[in-house]
């Protein structure tokens, strides 16, 4: 019997004789095959053990706890893959390599080798982004959309926009979803260069940037077993390479079986390592993701170093470094209809939220990202989109020609 073991190093195998060991046993086993201490184990059918970082974390993962259990109660069999954390550093076994009779000094090696001999890929301990939080009604409009409307049936994304603070803390504010094509385990964005100029500046008057993406996975992509898919690294890493932001978040969305049986909505966010984004910008990525393809796995186009081996797969989840996620109550509201969804957003639209709001200020009227997107379109984008956004932002009186010119777009619905 073969039980897979996936921990920091990636995937390897450890062979049991005894389908019905304990864990104390499958431990023992584990430390001659994979060279871990016994009393540095942490085993688990969770694979979210993987992300957690400290000893403390740990502890949180109880269900193979305790040593007399056997394994066998687990619904292990063979194949089944468990999850290991451990403390420290050891040598990861390689496969055996057959000496060249030439030695060392007979082989000849490209550039190219030599290159690949240093490129070595390990695991990133430390994000750049301390701690991304979310303003609570924008995330909860877009996870409203994907669970509600969507069923997390296909996949959907966005841009999320806000501020970044002198600690390398994120603080996300809105989120622009651009025209996309959504599958079950792809997602295409048809991105819209002028209208992402128009996005742009009214982030600029708002004092806000770009500073991450954020998607779901749908339901279908559960019954794997990966954290982000190799599309979806391929995605992030091209995302934030393009960026230059070194706090830029990804930030994913899913759904999670809950104690009762039943789903809650779940977000996790993580930033992709320096090395993935830099042998993604070098070109080291196969891009061509075959449907027959591991998920689990992103393909090199020639071999890097993982541990002491030379391969050309790697574990996607080496490549995730993950950030602590907050929430707070942002500056804007988000009631607005979003843009580029199945509906388009009209003009009527605008007269509705401004008679449901005629008891506000006016400047309090118009604090929806998506509202100004819609009344953007009609004004010059140098000059009239940041000014009005900077009077949000300061929620400052809205100069008269811009409030009788919104007035009059949602009066000609």
């Known amino acids: 019997m073969m039980i897979r073991i996936r921990s920091r190093d990636g995937l390897e195998r450890v062979t049991i004789d005894n389908p019905n060991i304990t864990i104390s046993q499958l431990k023992t086993l584990i430390q001659a ?34 040593p007399h259990l056997p394994i066998s109660s687990l619904g292990l069999s063979h194949g089944s893959i468990l999850y290991l954390a451990y403390e420290g550093e050891r040598s990861v076994i390689g496969p055996s390599v057959k000496a060249s009779p030439a030695g060392s000094f007979g082989k000849k090696m490209t550039m190219d080798d030599l290159i690949a001999k240093q490129m070595r890929v390990s695991r990133q301990e430390n994000p750049h982004c301390e701690m991304v939080s979310f303003d609570r009604d924008t995330a909860n409009v877009f996870q409203s959309y994907v669970n509600e409307t969507m069923a997390f049936g296909v996949k959907r994304g966005g841009f999320m926009y806000g501020v970044v603070g002198e600690e390398g803390k994120v603080e996300v504010d809105f989120i622009y979803e651009p025209p996309q094509q959504g599958g079950e385990e792809g997602l295409v964005l048809m991105r819209d260069e002028g209208e992402e100029r128009i996005v742009d500046a009214i982030a600029l008057g708002l004092g806000m940037r770009r500073v991450g993406f954020i998607f779901t ?13 190799s599309r979806e690294v391929l995605q992030a890493a091209e995302l934030q390479g393009e960026s230059e932001l070194k706090e830029w978040v990804t930030a994913v969305v899913k759904l999670k079986v809950n104690e009762d049986g039943g789903a809650d909505v779940h977000f996790e966010a993580f930033q992709m390592s320096d090395t993935c984004i830099k042998l993604f910008k070098e070109g080291w990525f196969e891009t061509d993701v075959k449907d027959g393809d591991d998920p689990k796995l992103s393909k090199m186009k020639k071999d890097v170093v993982v541990g002491v081996k030379d391969t050309k797969e790697i574990d996607n989840d080496f490549f995730l470094v993950v950030v602590k996620i907050s929430d707070h109550q942002g500056p804007l509201s988000s009631t607005f209809p979003i843009e580029n969804r199945n509906s388009p957003v009209s003009v009527r639209a605008l007269k509705s939220h401004l008679d449901r709001t005629k008891n506000l200020p006016f400047v309090k009227r118009i604090s929806d990202f998506h509202l100004l997107l819609l009344v953007a379109r009609f004004l010059d984008i140098s000059a009239d989109v940041p000014a009005l956004a900077h009077c949000v932002q300061a929620q400052a009186p809205v100069p008269e020609g811009y409030q009788l010119l919104i007035e009059s777009m949602a009066s000609s619905s």
């Not at 996975?217 to 898919?229: A, G, H």
């Open 33 to 66: 095959q994979l060279r871990v201490p016994i009393n540095h184990q942490t085993l688990s059918t969770n694979q979210n053990l993987l992300l957690s970082k400290t000893p403390q974390e740990f502890t949180q993962f109880t269900d193979m706890s305790n």
């Open 217 to 229: 996975q749908t339901i279908s992509q559960s019954k794997f077993d990966y954290t982000l898919s």
